[in-house]
């Protein structure tokens, strides 16, 4: 199993910006699939294998920080 990350998109919007989808990504920013949904995205990433990651707080993603993602 991989890790891959959740991430809703646009990215770098601030916090209560509206969400126009949600794309699942791996460790290097490439997009797997996107989603209307988070929970769609997290259902077909675990569906297809990966363990899916969560930021903790929207703005703060950095893949190279463990600290900032939740597995979903």
Same mark, same amino acid.
């Given at each position: 199993?991989?890790?891959?990350?959740? &991430?809703? $998109?646009p990215k770098? !919007?601030?916090?209560?910006?509206p +969400?126009e989808?949600?794309?699942?990504?791996? *460790?290097?920013? *490439?997009?797997? !699939?996107?989603?209307r949904? #988070?929970? &769609?995205?997290v259902r077909?990433? !675990?569906?297809?294998? *990966?363990?899916p990651h +969560?930021a $903790?707080?929207r *703005?703060l993603n950095?893949?190279? !920080?463990p600290? #900032?993602?939740r597995?979903?």
């Amino acid at each position: 199993m991989s890790n891959v990350f959740v &991430e809703p $998109r646009p990215k770098g !919007k601030p916090e209560g910006s509206p +969400i126009e989808d949600f794309v699942v990504e791996d *460790h290097v920013d *490439h997009v797997l !699939k996107s989603f209307r949904t #988070q929970d &769609e995205a997290v259902r077909w990433a !675990k569906a297809t294998g *990966h363990t899916p990651h +969560i930021a $903790r707080v929207r *703005h703060l993603n950095d893949k190279k !920080k463990p600290d #900032q993602w939740r597995e979903a």
